[in-house]
């Protein structure tokens, strides 16, 4: 397993550290270009940043939608290292959101900012606010804040009593929104609660929050709660009320606050509270990393399926994506090398189980759609990267492509494996590498539902000019995948095409095209096992166990031929 770099902040002699620091960005804006004609902008922001020594931008991360505004305080923070010693420059672009596409010209452009960290940590309160340009008005406001250690999380539970009431013709439609004080008495925006439709006495679900965020670890900086009525038209919510209050306060675990609506109290002397917001629960717990489970002994299986379907082309000339071209990887390859890169540090044995699907199989022609590529069932392992690119290029010269596309009988094969370590000692990572739109949709979901409970994590990675809206759907990044009446537990699946990885920015430049797809599809895969983890109960061990049985000794990993 590659060693993990040391905190700056962690003083180990004999050790060297980088002299780095993690700093949390925010962003809001005000008077944003109205793009939507019977309402207001529906805006998101996306953050772009450049490499070392690069001056070309790539895109970072992108904030959530906000409905219905032109003055939005986005929840979704960046998450960035700071390195005195760099120029780290960054590109904000702000759009109205027209559309569920990810690509970005499916929605209208509103403008943007370039500057660097450097810049917005030295601005006075960290905070730089610019007008944005290239578009038509607005401003945007960049804030930036040192993370601190604090892994501590909170399970807060709030319910209303007796709210103002603020609808003509109902009741009010509240929700909570919680924000913290920042070194020059301001606040920033953490968390917005659901609304509750039509009640003056709301019961808001559970909500588990970093205490790094209510408070960057400190217990006792103040953190304001204020209760808003929800307005259709998203820029004219009624402030109910609100109220000041700190960590130490709400780890009490249960505590009543009086709302105070400002206004209000100014105009009547006999004014007491527009209601009251009671804390019925507080759980604090440590919140459990990535590498926690990784040091505790945690082991990372990597799995490889490959799409054999004859969709792809035939293999012999050199316009199918099969094609082994001496002088240049293929899109197969290439997304085999820069997953498999990365996830074999944490794979300690490097022996990788590589499956097909889509073929005609020797010795009959027999169609398959779950098969070791290396035709040996009782070993289907491969040795290392460079292994599973062998035992490809070798198959294809052995198979029929096929069809069609099914994905259920790969994903069932490592649910399999999966289900036999329910105490998280193994997390298993399948990588589908695929041409085309899947055959068995249906089929794909229930088992992508079924897998949701097991330590798993599936990436697809859609290579070639296939139009692959279809695969979003399994991507259940903003709702958990339903069908069937049934739903996931969790989301366990990130789709990328891997033509969004060959042109513009990694265009030329294929060790940065490969980087960047590595670190988009791979995003996710930390958070999903330790959402595991937590579902489970599970804790990283204080000590990791001596020895490691390697998958490929104790279990079959491939289908009977």
């Given at each position: 397993m590659a060693e993990a770099s040391l905190p700056a902040g962690v003083f180990q002699p004999g050790t060297a550290a980088v002299p780095a620091t993690r700093v949390e960005i925010t962003i809001s804006c005000r008077d944003l270009a109205d793009k939507d004609l019977?309402?207001?902008?529906?805006?998101m922001c996306v953050l772009y940043t450049t490499q070392l020594g690069s001056t070309q931008f790539a895109e970072y991360?992108?904030?959530?939608?906000?409905?219905?505004?032109?003055?939005?305080?986005?929840?979704?923070?960046?998450?960035?290292?700071?390195?005195?010693e760099e120029r780290q420059?960054?590109?904000?672009?702000?759009?109205?959101v027209d559309s569920p596409k990810s690509k970005l010209d499916s929605h209208d452009f509103l403008g943007s900012l370039e500057t660097t960290l450097g810049e917005v940590l030295g601005s006075m309160n960290n905070k730089l606010e610019r007008p944005l340009t290239n578009g038509k008005g607005g401003q945007i406001i960049v804030s930036a804040e040192e993370v601190g250690d604090c892994k501590d999380q909170a399970t807060l539970t709030f319910k209303g009593i007796k709210l103002d009431k603020k609808d003509f013709l109902g009741k009010s439609d509240p929700f909570l929104v919680f924000y913290r004080c920042n070194e020059d008495n301001s606040y920033t925006i953490v968390h917005r609660t659901e609304v509750k439709k039509n009640t003056l006495n709301p019961t808001w679900r559970p909500m588990m929050l970093l205490v790094r965020a209510l408070c960057n670890g400190d217990y006792d900086r103040s953190i304001k709660i204020e209760c808003y009525d929800w307005d259709s038209d998203g820029s004219s919510h009624d402030l109910i009320g609100e109220?000041?209050?700190n960590m130490r306060e709400l780890a009490e675990g249960h505590k009543t606050f009086e709302l105070i609506n400002p206004k209000k109290k100014a105009k009547k002397k006999s004014y007491k509270n527009s209601g009251v917001i009671e804390l019925t629960n507080c759980l604090i717990e440590k919140q459990h990393s990535f590498l926690d489970?990784?040091?505790?002994?945690?082991?990372?299986?990597?799995?490889?399926?490959?799409?054999?379907t004859g969709s792809n082309g035939n293999p012999n000339h050199s316009n199918s994506l099969h094609y082994i071209n001496p002088y240049q990887p293929n899109h197969y390859e290439q997304a085999i090398s820069s997953v498999g890169e990365v996830i074999q540090d944490y794979d300690s044995d490097k022996l990788f189980p590589v499956l097909g699907f889509g073929a005609k199989i020797p010795p009959n022609?027999?169609?398959?759609?779950?098969?070791?590529?290396?035709f040996n069932p009782v070993n289907p392992f491969c040795v290392g990267i460079q292994g599973i690119m062998q035992a490809y290029k070798t198959c294809i010269q052995q198979v029929q492509l096929y069809g069609p596309t099914n994905f259920s009988p790969i994903i069932n094969h490592v649910a399999r494996f999966a289900q036999a370590y329910p105490d998280g000692s193994n997390y298993f990572i399948l990588l589908i590498i695929t041409d085309g739109v899947i055959s068995d949709m249906d089929m794909t979901k229930q088992s992508i539902i079924a897998a949701s409970v097991l330590p798993l994590s599936i990436i697809i990675v859609g290579v070639g000019p296939a139009d692959f809206d279809a695969m979003e759907e399994l991507d259940s990044d903003k709702h958990l995948l339903t069908h069937r009446g049934r739903t996931?537990?969790?989301?366990?699946?990130?789709?990328?095409?891997?033509?969004e990885y060959i042109g513009g920015i990694a265009s030329g430049n294929s060790q940065l095209s490969q980087a960047r797809l590595a670190k988009d599809v791979l995003a996710e895969v930390p958070e999903q096992l330790i959402s595991f983890m937590k579902?489970?109960?599970?804790?990283?061990?204080?000590?990791?166990?001596?020895?490691?049985?390697?998958?490929?000794?104790a279990l079959p990993s491939a289908p009977p031929m």
């Open positions: 019977l309402s207001k902008s529906d805006p991360e992108r904030t959530e939608q906000i409905q219905n505004t032109l003055n939005p305080d986005f929840v979704h923070k960046f998450m960035l290292t700071y390195y005195f420059r960054l590109k904000f672009e702000i759009y109205d109220f000041i209050t489970y990784i040091k505790g002994g945690a082991q990372i299986n990597f799995t490889v399926a490959i799409d054999f022609g027999a169609v398959s759609h779950e098969f070791p590529v290396n996931a537990e969790r989301d366990i699946v990130q789709f990328v095409p891997f033509r579902k489970r109960g599970l804790k990283p061990n204080a000590e990791p166990p001596a020895t490691h049985q390697s998958l490929a000794q």
